[in-house]
T-cell receptor, first 116, second 114 residues
Framework: GAVVSQHPSRVICKSGTSVKIECRSL??????MFWYRQFPKQSLMLMAT?????????EQGVEKDKFLINHASLTLSTLTVTSAHPEDSSFYIC????????????FGSGTRLTVV | QQQVKQSPQSLIVQKGGISIINCAYE??????FPWYQQFPGKGPALLIA?????SEKKEGRFTISFNKSAKQFSLHIMDSQPGDSATYFC?????????????FGKGTLLTVNP
């Protein structure tokens, strides 16, 4: 089955620094990847959609300059949280979708970001 | 605006019992309705999904019932086990637009007591 690897699983960084999270589709080519944010005991909120080779589309209220998304290849998308602050601490989850699969999404295992 | 409403927020069931989680939607552009299971600290995993042209789908102990006219769908977990204890999210996929985005319900924390 489709597998999506997300790395790192958890990261602690100092306020003001940047953190990069990787999302890889291991056994399929992902034409579209999604990035979600999930606060404790809450639902997944879509942050942005990235299509390979084009700029990401951000949801309303998500700062594109703060959350940089790169989808440079069909198997890799990255989310960089720039100038991180404690309020950016959250669980970030990616999902990937292959062409021709009825648009079914496979989720990564998530990244717990803690900004201190 | 919450496009997918999920209830209950939490549910406690005895081992062997039936767990029922309900969801409702408004957007008629939704064309696919998956349920996800999420354990603490993990990403959501697809459990079962249904399309609106089907009224029921069963996979093992998990069944989705779908009522298109009422715009409601539900997940039934038969013979609930302690290992089923997790958060369950219903979702709906929007066929409008180019990216077929998923919208999630708020989640139901299921606890199955031994």
């Amino acid at each position: 089955g489709a597998v999506v690897s997300q790395h790192p699983s958890r990261v602690i960084c100092k306020s003001g620094t940047s953190v990069k999270i990787e999302c890889r589709s291991l056994d399929f080519q992902a034409t579209t990847m999604f990035w979600y944010r999930q606060f404790p005991k809450q639902s997944l909120m879509l942050m942005a959609t990235s299509n390979e080779g084009s700029k990401a589309t951000y949801e309303q209220g998500v700062e594109k300059d703060k959350f940089l998304i790169n989808h440079a290849s069909l198997t890799l998308s990255t989310l960089t949280v720039t100038s991180a602050h404690p309020e950016d601490s959250s669980f970030y989850i990616c999902s990937a979708r292959a062409r021709g699969t009825g648009r079914l999404d496979t989720f990564g295992s998530g990244t717990r970001l803690t900004v201190v | 605006q919450q496009q997918v409403k999920q209830s209950p927020q939490s549910l406690i069931v005895q081992k062997g019992g039936i767990s029922i989680i309900n969801c409702a939607y408004e957007n008629t552009a939704f064309d696919y309705f998956p349920w996800y299971q999420q354990f603490p600290g993990k990403g959501p995993a697809l459990l079962i999904a249904i399309r609106p042209d089907v009224s029921e789908k069963k996979e093992g102990r998990f069944t989705i019932s779908f009522n298109k006219s009422a715009k409601q769908f539900s997940l039934h977990i038969m013979d609930s086990q302690p290992g089923d204890s997790a958060t369950y999210f219903c979702a709906a996929r929007n066929s409008g637009g180019s990216n077929y985005k998923l919208t999630f319900g708020k989640g139901t924390l299921l606890t199955v007591n031994p």
